[in-house]
């Protein structure tokens, strides 16, 4: 159980363009879930915490404006890049509230990995 | 928010020895403490939580204690095998958000 999925695993675009990234908690309901990016050999940087129904929460320093999110159900979460810039290339992550164990804990997606030309 | 500090950056050991990584937090609030292993290329994968009103939980090979005074915790991986080999995330996290924050990361190698 407590499986999440992203989607696209990738993508390519030109610089000037919007990309949406799909986030869905497959076999359980995720009231909240979360965005993160890496850069290569770095750690997972919080960049947003998703809320159905409600406004993302973002991290300082993340531009909201940049990185549209949208928690519109239980089981889908979307980044939006707006006007993705060759800086804006990196692998973006989302995770979903789940339970293990009985215990509340993130499961995380396998990750989408965009690049800017 | 939170600060994670996370040490060694980078851990080689032998096949069969122990490796340990430690991580620091700062915010005493932070009440849940997951540690993720991730290989290159892939989603981290949760190896071993522990919670703020607990000490030390062991799971088979690995273990995690916590020490909440001095605010650190730490993973133990005994008898390392080579595919243990991975890049080890700590994370705290604090309510009610729950919010993740990760250490820098450990990139261990496994010698066999």
């Known amino acids: 159980g407590a499986v999440v999925s992203q989607h696209p695993s990738r993508v390519i675009c030109k610089s000037g363009t919007s990309v949406k990234i799909e986030c869905r908690s497959l076999?359980?309901?995720?009231?909240?879930m979360f965005w993160y990016r890496q850069f290569p050999k770095q750690s997972l940087m919080l960049m947003a915490t998703s809320n159905e129904g409600s406004k993302a929460t973002y991290e300082q320093g993340v531009e909201k404006d940049k990185f549209l999110i949208n928690h519109a159900s239980l089981t889908l979460s979307t980044l939006t890049v707006t006007s993705a810039h060759p800086e804006d290339s990196s692998f973006y992550i989302c995770?979903?509230?789940?339970?293990?164990?009985?215990?509340?804990?993130?499961?995380f997606g396998p990750g989408t990995r965009l690049l800017v030309l | 928010g939170e600060n994670v500090e996370q040490h060694p950056s980078t851990l080689s050991v032998q096949e069969g020895d122990s490796a340990v990584i430690k991580c620091t937090y700062s915010d005493s609030a932070s009440n849940y403490f997951p540690w993720y292993k991730q290989e290159l290329g892939k989603r981290p994968q949760l190896i071993i939580d522990?919670?703020?009103?607990?000490g030390e939980k062991k799971d088979q090979r690995i273990a995690v204690t916590l020490n909440k005074t001095a605010k650190h915790f730490s993973l133990h991986i005994t008898e390392t095998q080579p595919e243990d080999s991975a890049v080890y995330f700590c994370?705290?996290?604090?309510?009610?958000?729950?919010?993740?924050?990760f250490g820098t990361g450990t990139s261990l190698t496994v010698i066999p």
């Open positions: 076999d359980f309901q995720a009231t909240t």
């Open positions: 995770s979903a509230k789940g339970l293990a164990g009985g215990q509340e804990t993130q499961y």
């Open positions: 522990i919670r703020s009103n607990v």
């Open positions: 994370a705290a996290s604090i309510p009610p958000g729950n919010q993740f924050y």
